[in-house]
């Protein structure tokens, strides 16, 4: 089914409780399905006893969270984030992020088109609209080192998923046995004048110049609420840091002047060469097609992509009930070129069948980075 | 197992394994002599040398007869097998039936696999050569494996486990036993104690060393003019049955469990299933240190049953009490995790290691067998498991709490 239309991405990152009553709610004002993949936040946590005393820093705990993704129409994006952060308490610190991205809905299975929320009556209260996003695809057990930089600098909490990677792997026939498949996907929300020094020390630290270490993508975000809160313990004073920040945030009327210098890290002092005007395809569909399809879409001249377990939940009421709950994400970074091949190909391959009920979309990718061989 | 038992433990314990009927054990040894394959799975060879070479070296006078038949020809084995040493067994033997044993577990396995992907499912192979390879990889690794365990970790547990009493007991060296032939109690002497208490001994001249030997009545076999010499060891440290003795056990069982489940490939491949499943946030190093703790100290609770002679039920009881209890307050992701965590701790490293240093130390301080010792590593994994659990939601309480 043909669409080519512009709808909106919302993306909850909240912890798995918090999560699971969301859902409900938004499921009481007519959303009629969701996606959803288990992942995990990193938090910082002052060392305690000997370790405090031996000055080791601050460890790293995780807390279990689910991230929410859906489709809906523009007119109704802000009601809706103001709904999930009043229904969640997203504005107090700690409890999670949400945020709106926009694509274009290529083609989907007619099962699979955007919720059709009906409008609400809620207080629609100001947005952070200057943020944006880095995902960061890397080899498993690489999530925290580049999830650190997110807290360490202050600029969000980072959100890992699991995946496992396609591409490179492919070409080098039984040899890929000795390539770990299983990636880490680290997604991370900060503010947008922050976001390149960012990504910039994500690339020094992961060695993501170095081959085959992974791949680092900025995307637009058009509104939301962030998490700041970076670390597990109560603060001593009256209000937290990250309170203030966020009744600054509201009377400077954006995070504008949370602009600043990051020396921590020093930049690795190599000029990084970005791949710049590239698109995030995505195509969703029933588990156990996403192999066939990709493989298809590479046949079609796309370089890799990255697939997820998702979690389909389609309310009882509705038509998409009918579908499977066990589904598949893949992501692929492409040129906008690229995109008419890789569609036909894929609808070609039965993306869009009963077997498949397939969704594909596309968001912009402004800036990415990757080892792209010797120049 | 009975193998084991005829190979390394005292025919107390050798009865044990017949429902404890003498009768029962010697019909057994007479189907060994009779029938090959018998004699193969328990010896390793179907050859009936070995059975007479056991019977010579190691065997009591019921399982001598038995093989004998008659007391002339125990007299003529006895001069030919006395000195023969056990007959090795080729490291070639050893790897073909390994070989032999890999493929019959993963063959039948993989066909029915193939069978409901084909014909049920309906579906084909993602990757069939990396599946092909992993297959080939598996039947090679598991065969390599098996010969690995079989000639080095459970000889070596084996070794440890049948001598680790001896730190606060004297134990009786039955691999070192040896048959004296021709022997003569004219030349048993008295020696005295400082108490007046006499004791009988004899000299032996062992590898070109006179060495003095206790007479023990009940080794001495007056009809074939033989004397049995079982070597003894200890106790090395302190006195007999000392506290430090019992300690050095204990340290030892607890870290012979620790250790053996942290080599243990199920444990690994569960660790990382959790990791991936929890993303991360219950980690594969967190589920492995609480299983090995676990194992060891049911490894220790073991080793305290052998040695006092405790009931199991005094010590299975407890912990499966508390663990219902704590299964009820627990969550439904660790209550799985843990109950899981029990099956894996008996896998292939364990459960040899296990059963070696049970029966070693179960012979030495003349306890019937040393059975249930996995039953207790596996309950403590359990407890050790949803412990950490319990410990682990009350942190993700507090910080949910934080930010209410």
């Known amino acids: ?375 | 197992m009975i193998g084991y038992a005829l190979q390394n433990a005292q025919a107390n314990s050798q009865i044990a394994l017949f429902d404890g009927s003498q009768e029962k054990m010697l019909e057994f040894i007479g189907k060994l002599k009779k029938d090959p394959i018998l004699r193969k799975s328990v010896f390793g060879k179907e050859d009936i040398e070995l059975l007479k070479n056991w019977a010579v070296q190691k065997g009591i006078e019921s399982q001598r007869l038995a093989i004998f038949c008659e007391p002339n020809a125990l007299k003529e084995a006895l001069k030919n097998y006395s000195n023969v040493k056990n007959i090795k067994t080729s490291p070639v033997d050893v790897l073909l039936r390994n070989g032999k044993a890999a493929v019959q577990a993963i063959i039948p396995l993989t066909i029915f696999f193939f069978l409901v992907l084909f014909l049920v499912l309906r579906d084909k192979l993602p990757r069939p050569d990396e599946i092909i390879l992993g297959i080939i990889l598996a039947v090679v690794g598991m065969g390599l494996f098996n010969v690995g365990i079989e000639l080095g970790l459970s000889k070596l547990g084996n070794s440890v486990g049948s001598n680790v009493p001896s730190s606060f007991t004297k134990i009786s060296l039955i691999n070192e036993r040896q048959t004296i032939i021709n022997f003569n109690e004219d030349i048993v002497q008295t020696a005295i104690k400082p108490n007046g208490e006499k004791e009988k001994f004899f000299y032996a001249n062992i590898k070109n060393e006179y060495v003095p030997i206790p007479f023990v009545q009940s080794a001495y076999d007056a009809s074939n003019k033989q004397y049995i010499y079982t070597p003894t060891k200890g106790p090395l440290l302190g006195e007999e049955k000392g506290i430090l003795g019992f300690f050095v056990v204990l340290l030892f069982a607890f870290i012979m469990g620790y250790g053996a489940t942290l080599a243990e490939p199920a444990l690994n491949a569960l660790g990382l299933k959790v990791e991936e499943l929890t993303v991360g946030t219950f980690e594969k190093s967190l589920l492995i240190q609480a299983v090995a703790s676990g194992v060891g100290i049911g490894m220790l609770l073991g080793v305290v049953k052998i040695i006092w002679n405790v009931p199991l039920a005094y010590l299975l009881i407890p912990p499966y009490l508390l663990l219902l209890i704590i299964t009820k307050i627990s969550t439904e992701e660790f209550v799985n995790i843990a109950w899981d965590s029990a099956g894996v701790t008996t896998g292939p490293i364990t459960v040899p290691l296990v059963l070696a240093v049970g029966l070693g130390i179960g012979n030495q301080v003349n306890v019937v067998e040393g059975f249930g010792m996995l039953s207790l590593a596996s309950v403590c994994p359990i407890l050790a498991v949803l412990t950490v659990g319990l410990y682990v939601n009350k942190k993700r309480k507090a910080m949910r709490q934080e930010n209410a």
């Open chain 1, 1 to 375: 089914m043909d669409i080519d239309k512009k709808a909106i991405e919302i993306t909850i990152f909240a912890n798995k409780e918090i999560a699971s009553a969301l859902l409900e709610d938004l499921e009481s004002i007519g959303m009629e399905y969701s996606n959803s993949i288990a992942g995990r936040r990193v938090l910082l946590q002052e060392r305690k006893g000997l370790f405090k005393m031996l000055g080791t820093g601050k460890s790293l705990v995780y807390d279990p969270i689910t991230i929410i993704t859906f489709l809906v129409s523009s007119e109704i994006e802000q009601t809706i984030i103001n709904f999930i952060i009043k229904k969640g308490g997203l504005n107090i610190p700690g409890r999670g992020t949400v945020f709106s991205k926009e694509v274009t809905l290529i083609k989907a299975h007619e099962l699979c088109q955007e919720n059709k929320i009906p409008n609400i009556e809620i207080e629609n209260r100001k947005l952070l609209s200057d943020l944006a996003g880095i995902c960061c695809i890397a080899h498993s057990g690489e999530g925290d080192i580049l999830g650190r930089v997110g807290l360490e600098t202050g600029s969000g909490v980072p959100a890992i998923t699991l995946g496992i990677g396609t591409g490179f792997r492919d070409k080098i026939g039984l040899w890929r046995v000795a390539v770990p498949a299983e990636k880490e996907i680290v997604n991370l929300v900060t503010t947008a004048h922050n976001v390149e020094k960012v990504m910039e020390m994500m690339i020094d630290i992961g060695a993501l110049d170095q081959p085959g270490k992974g791949f680092i993508y900025l995307y637009p975000i058009k509104m939301g609420s962030v998490n700041m809160k970076a670390y597990v313990g109560l603060s001593r004073q009256a209000a937290s840091i990250e309170q203030i920040v966020t009744v600054i945030d509201e009377i400077k009327g954006g995070a504008r002047w949370r602009r600043r210098e990051f020396s921590k890290y020093p930049a690795a002092g190599k000029k990084i060469k970005y791949l710049k005007d590239l698109v995030n395809f995505t195509l969703i569909c029933d588990e156990g097609r996403a192999t066939d399809l990709i493989k298809a879409a590479m046949d079609a001249d796309a370089r890799g992509a990255t697939i997820s377990k998702l979690k389909y939940r389609g309310t009882k009421k509705s038509e998409s009930s009918k579908i499977s709950p066990a589904r598949e994400i893949s992501e692929m970074i492409i040129s906008e070129n690229q995109i008419e091949r890789v569609v036909k190909a894929l609808e070609e391959s039965g993306a869009l069948d009963e077997n498949t009920h397939g969704q594909m979309f596309y968001s912009p990718v402004p800036k990415a980075y990757t080892y792209m061989g010797k120049a």
